[in-house]
């Protein structure tokens, strides 16, 4: 078998099946198992569900974090730390947090950013958008920079304020 650190997914096929046998194989590294006899179209979407996956675990480090000065998202295991103190986040929230951070300096109405996180089909009253502006803002009033990272531009929207034109990831 390969160790779960390898890159390259590993799908374990044998003749008969065998529960036993199965939890062998996916205990010592196997991405997924399957038997001979299983059907083509079975296979090729286990197939892809195992590379699909083995991308996802391909983020570095640097793809997974971004920061701002003491701001600190993790994009893969869900956490913000302001000023190197984790902070608790609401999964609406973490994820405006990460579309400010993504598109920095860019303005976005109420209606763009309902689109991008709840989208179209979602009947809302767009000051949701509002209240998870107001959550964010206190997250992250506990940074002593003094920083203001969510501005309101009046009459338009609001701006994730960064003095550089992109976040490092």
């Not at 590294?29 to 006899?37: E, K, L, N, P, V």
Request: hydrophobic share 45%.
């Amino acid at each position: 078998m390969h160790n779960r650190g390898d890159l390259i997914p590993f799908v374990a096929a044998v003749e008969h099946h065998d529960p036993l046998e199965a939890a062998v194989c996916l205990s010592e590294g196997a991405d997924d198992y399957i038997s001979t006899a299983t059907e083509v179209i079975e296979l090729v979407a286990r197939i892809q569900s195992v590379i699909k996956r083995a991308t996802a675990k391909q983020v570095s480090a640097k793809e997974r974090v971004m920061t701002l000065g003491s701001l600190c998202l993790d994009q893969v295991q869900h956490r913000v730390f302001v000023a190197s103190q984790e902070v608790s986040i609401t999964p609406k929230a973490f994820a405006l947090l990460r579309h400010f951070m993504l598109h920095p300096n860019k303005i976005f109405s109420r209606e763009q950013l309902l689109d991008a996180l709840w989208g179209w089909d979602k009947e809302f009253n767009d000051r949701v958008v509002d209240v998870r502006v107001w959550e964010l803002r206190k997250l992250l009033s506990s940074d002593s920079s003094g920083i203001n990272y969510i501005e309101t531009v009046v009459g338009v929207g609001y701006r994730f304020v960064s003095d550089r034109d992109d976040v490092s990831t």
